[in-house]
């Protein structure tokens, strides 16, 4: 690791022990209901210098460091204990999806971390979702990841394929993991209405994944145009900033109290 590097990893140490972390968590709708009906959890660092950084800022640095783990149990953790807190406030229950990082993904123990974080909250396993990429799933000794996916469904959580159609080889593996949601890479969704050809994936994508009884979530919405054409694709959920941007927990809680009671649409 090169000197700045090495810098931000004990920076990131130090986040770690004095709580620099906080969740943001990004609305989510379901076009079938008109209902929010998730948020994904997205980390921010509150850095004491440098203000508000995003992942694009320390993620890498924190998977090559291993410190993603620690960082990541602990997304875990509080994405579950607000979404129990929100449950109790009487809010409409809703999943959380949380980002999983290969790292963490292969801790012998991920199964079991889940497991109990799910107790010591008090938390329904169908109320936390994981979001795994593609790269995440075809791996070397994929045989033991498909065995921890199956577990974390026998569990009851659900699990998302993130960022889908940016990986290798998206169709064979659809059979053998046991996946809830497919996420369309935003990439897609970006020219939906001016590229053609990315209208026609967006169109397969969501033929697919209705072919496989999967859900399937459009990211990275901008637009109504946008929306409007992927509900013409018969597109079940959508995440984007047309909705919302990520949001602090206080502000993502009024955003859900509010529509709750009136449409969004
Ligand atoms: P992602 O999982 O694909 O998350 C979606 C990213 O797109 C978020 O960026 C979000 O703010 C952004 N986004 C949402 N809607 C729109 C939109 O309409 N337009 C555009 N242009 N962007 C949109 P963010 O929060 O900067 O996160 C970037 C990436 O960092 C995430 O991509 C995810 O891979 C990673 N990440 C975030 N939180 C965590 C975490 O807790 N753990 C791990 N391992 N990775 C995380
Ligand atoms: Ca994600
Ligand atoms: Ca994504």
């Known amino acids: 690791m090169d000197s700045g590097k090495e810098k931000l990893k004990k920076e990131l140490l130090r986040a770690i022990k004095s709580q620099e972390f906080v969740l ?10 008109a209902k929010f009906d998730g ?42 204990k607000q979404n129990k807190a929100w449950q ?37 396993p169908q109320y936390l ?19 921890t996916i199956h577990r974390l469904k026998k569990l009851g959580v659900q699990i998302a394929l993130d960022d889908f159609g940016t990986g290798y080889s998206s169709i064979s593996y659809l059979k053998k993991i046991p996946i809830d949601r497919i996420k369309i890479d935003r990439t897609y969704i970006q020219n939906i209405n001016a590229n053609s050809d990315d209208a026609a994936i967006v169109r397969a994508i969501i033929a697919l994944a209705t072919t496989l009884n999967l859900e399937v979530l459009a990211e990275g919405v901008e637009s109504l145009r946008q929306l409007e054409m ?25 955003f859900l109290i509010f529509y709750q009671n009136n449409p969004f649409l």
């Not at 997205?42 to 320390?58: K, Q, S």
């Not at 620690?70 to 875990?76: H, Q």
């Open 129 to 147: 979702e994981l979001e795994l990429t593609e790269n995440i799933i075809i791996h070397d000794d994929d045989e033991k990841i498909i065995h």
């Open 230 to 254: 992927l509900i013409s694709q018969d597109c079940k959920e959508a995440q984007g900033f047309y909705f919302s941007k990520p949001l602090p927990a206080e502000e993502v809680e009024k």
């Open 24 to 33: 943001y968590y990004q609305p989510q709708f379901n076009l079938t209901t």
């Open 88 to 124: 109790k406030k009487g809010l409409p229950f809703i999943r959380v999806a949380v980002n999983v990082s290969g790292k963490q993904f292969q801790q012998n123990e991920f199964v079991e971390f889940v497991m109990q974080t799910l107790q010591k909250f008090q938390l329904k």
């Open 39 to 80: 948020v994904e959890a997205l980390i921010r660092w509150r850095h004491p210098e440098r203000g508000i950084l995003l992942p694009a800022d320390f993620i890498s640095v924190a998977e090559e460091s291993g410190l993603i783990v620690r960082i990541g149990e602990w997304v875990v953790k509080t994405a579950c």
